[in-house]
């Protein structure tokens, strides 16, 4: 079901504190702010087949030690969704973030780019310096060394196929009769750790709120060649950080690595993460990305001694009535 251009959702874990709509041009995005104060961390949409709930591991957290801002992508969620290719320029993107900071009276944020979101960092260090005190790339998106098998299916975009095998599926074609298996597959690469179930469950429910035809559209849009990602790269002057999964199939961990030299910032490899670990892995990539935007590492808690071994048991209220019931006859037992 959807309702005002999302699909019905679960309770949240945290409810915005602010949100409206800025226009730009005739297109109107839709923004949430959680939190208040400083510092500000931008979590910045990724490509359009998916909107800002992608980030709802980061959220809770991160809203306890910073503002959290983040923002529906052109062409899903709560946001417009033109159809003409050059509406979903990078540029665009970019200067969508710049008006939502405007609207939330903020000058300066860390900006969290993942996947092609790292784009939109980048050409927002680059040309707006002046807004971004940091920026992290989590399994950025760009044209640096070895391109995955997507990189070369995505040339044959517009032909018509013999067959539409893997990454053959990434095809405008396809999309257009076959949309639903497509975002099924897409979603299967993107999380390839073992026990993915809920995740992907969720990413096609945010890819099923838009449209063959609007995705179409975003996946033509004017993106960052490798020559302009160099060139934009130099010009940045902010702190960086980039992570990249080991077993990336949607982009290679060599392109993130290749970024953080030329950002001369800090790279961390996560073994065994697929493309999204932000969301399969999400304690340990909002520990670092707390730490990086905040300055400041976790304050550890005091250890107490304990005559024995200790657990943290973690379980739903039925699970912790069977526990109870489970140590109740451990107990008889052991009389």
């Known amino acids: 079901m959807i309702e005002g251009g999302r699909t019905a959702e679960q309770t949240r874990a945290r409810y915005p504190d602010r949100e409206g709509l800025v226009e730009r041009d005739g297109v109107h995005v839709h923004y949430e702010q959680y939190g208040d104060g400083t510092p500000v961390i931008l979590l910045l949409p990724t490509w359009t087949i998916v909107h800002s709930r992608m980030c709802k591991a980061q959220i809770p957290y991160l809203s306890r030690h910073a503002r959290v801002v983040t923002?529906?992508?052109?062409?899903?969620?709560?946001?417009?969704?033109?159809?003409?290719?050059a509406l979903y320029d990078e540029r665009e993107f970019a200067l969508d973030a710049c008006a939502v900071l405007d609207a939330?009276?903020?000058q300066t944020a860390c900006v969290v780019g993942h996947s092609m979101g790292a784009q939109r960092a980048l050409v927002l260090a680059a040309d707006h310096p002046e807004r971004v005190s940091g920026a992290v790339f989590i399994a950025p998106a760009v044209p640096l060394g070895p391109q995955s098998e997507r990189a070369h299916a995505i040339a044959r975009f517009d032909e018509e196929l013999p067959a539409y095998d893997g990454w053959h599926k990434y095809n405008r074609r396809y999309w257009s009769e076959h949309y639903a298996d497509f975002v099924e597959f897409f979603f299967a690469q993107v999380y390839s750790e073992p026990h993915s179930t809920k995740q992907i469950?969720?990413?096609?429910?945010?890819?099923?709120?838009?449209?063959?035809?609007?995705?179409?559209?975003?996946?033509?849009?004017p993106a960052l060649d490798e020559s302009e990602v160099r060139r934009l790269a130099a010009?940045?002057?902010?702190?960086?950080?980039?992570?990249?999964?080991?077993d990336d199939r949607v982009r290679t961990p060599e392109s993130g690595r290749l970024l953080a030299e030329l950002l001369h910032g800090r790279f961390v490899l996560l073994d065994g993460s697929g493309h999204s670990p932000h969301a399969r892995d999400p304690?340990?990539?909002?520990?670092l990305i707390r730490e990086f935007a905040c300055a400041a590492p976790p304050v550890a808690r005091p250890r107490t001694r304990s005559a024995g071994r200790?657990?943290?048991?973690?379980?739903?209220?039925?699970g912790l009535g069977h526990?109870?019931?489970d140590v109740a006859i451990a107990d008889e037992l052991r009389k």
């Open 104 to 106: 939330l009276e903020v």
């Open 201 to 221: 469950e969720d990413a096609i429910g945010y890819a099923l709120d838009t449209d063959a035809e609007t995705l179409a559209a975003s996946a033509c849009g």
């Open 323 to 325: 526990a109870q019931r």
């Open 283 to 287: 304690v340990k990539l909002n520990m």
């Open 235 to 246: 010009k940045v002057r902010c702190p960086t950080l980039v992570v990249h999964g080991s």
């Open 71 to 85: 923002f529906d992508p052109r062409g899903n969620g709560k946001s417009d969704r033109p159809k003409e290719p």
């Open 310 to 318: 200790r657990a943290l048991f973690i379980s739903s209220p039925i």
